[in-house]
């Protein structure tokens, strides 16, 4: 009975070593093939300070939008940072900007006052970051915001 126990341990300790080996001859095998392929990246790419030259803004009346940007303002006038920002992850078609999203604005477009704060305060910290001017603000075709002139009171200029 004893003998029965003993061979059976054994047998697990050899399954184990067969496991640390082939995991340890499978990972040289991944780096030595490495050598011959670029590795590409899981994430999209990354922009910042010095392609950064413009801030694009969307405003939709919904609360849950959806789609591609930097920074969310809600209707309350919290700041959220997407993972688009924390990575500086640039938006394929337009590398160039920040996107910046006001979610859950009034129906026609213009941001609530808790939103317009914000936004200021952003646009202006954004502006001496990244020296974009006033000017370069723009609204994102689509968007509720009727025009650019909520932005430009927003962005003081």
Do not use: C
Not at 52 to 81: C, K
Not at 134 to 141: A, F, K, L, Q, Y
Request: proline share 6%; no cysteine.
């Amino acid at each position: 009975m004893a003998a029965d126990s003993t061979r059976h341990q054994n047998r697990h300790y050899k399954t184990l070593i067969l496991l640390v080996l082939s995991m340890t001859g499978g990972t040289f095998l991944l780096l030595w093939l490495a050598q011959f392929s670029p590795v590409t990246p899981l994430r999209g790419r990354t922009a910042g300070p010095g392609t950064w030259t413009e801030i694009a803004v969307r405003a939709e009346s919904s609360p849950n939008a959806a789609g591609f940007y930097h920074l969310r303002i809600d209707g309350e006038g919290r700041l959220f940072r997407s993972d688009a920002w924390r990575y500086q992850t640039a938006h394929p078609d337009d590398p160039s900007m920040i996107h910046i999203l006001l979610s859950a604005t009034r129906v026609d477009g213009r941001p609530l006052p808790a939103q317009q704060q914000t936004l200021s305060r952003v646009l202006a910290q954004l502006g001496r970051d990244y020296k974009i001017p006033s000017e370069r603000v723009v609204v994102r075709p689509g968007s509720t915001i009727a025009s650019a002139d909520h932005l430009r009171l927003a962005s003081g200029g």
